[in-house]
Nanobody, 125 residues
Framework: VQLQASGGGLVQAGGSLRLSCAAS????????MGWFRQAPGKEREFVSS????????SYADSVKGRFTISRDNAKNMVYLQMNSLKPEDTAVYYC???????????????????WGQGTLVTVSS
């Protein structure tokens, strides 16, 4: 599985961005996906996850109500709509895929076998 994240950029606080993640592979619709982020000097942290069918989603408390994860299995794409952005959302955002699991959402990095290259989101105050 290869993942390619895009959509990052510079935005003012209160603004919005939509991240996209293009995935290769024939089993995409049965693969749970996630978004993580890593700010400078900090550990990588969970942002959101979605099950293979898209029927289950989960979010970190810090983004709940502001971010929305979705997927289009026909296009092998996962999205992260980010609204009401805050300076503390500044980070490199990574999309990731779980190997062999698709019915649930997954919070911990250990579940994720495949990672994209990351896209930088910078939120100015």
């Amino acid at each position: 599985v290869q993942l390619q994240a895009s959509g990052g950029g510079l935005v003012q606080a209160g603004g919005s961005l939509r991240l996209s993640c293009a995935a290769s592979g024939r089993t995409f619709s049965s693969t749970s996906m996630g978004w993580f982020r890593q700010a400078p000097g900090k550990e990588r942290e969970f942002v959101s996850s979605i099950s293979g069918s898209g029927g289950r989603t989960s979010y970190a408390d810090s983004v709940k109500g502001r971010f929305t994860i979705s997927r289009d299995n026909a296009k092998n794409m996962v999205y992260l709509q980010m609204n009401s952005l805050k300076p503390e959302d500044t980070a490199v955002y990574y999309c990731a895929a779980v190997r062999g699991l698709g019915s649930l959402t997954y919070t911990y990095t250990n579940f994720y076998a495949y990672w994209g290259q990351g896209t930088l989101v910078t939120v100015s105050s």
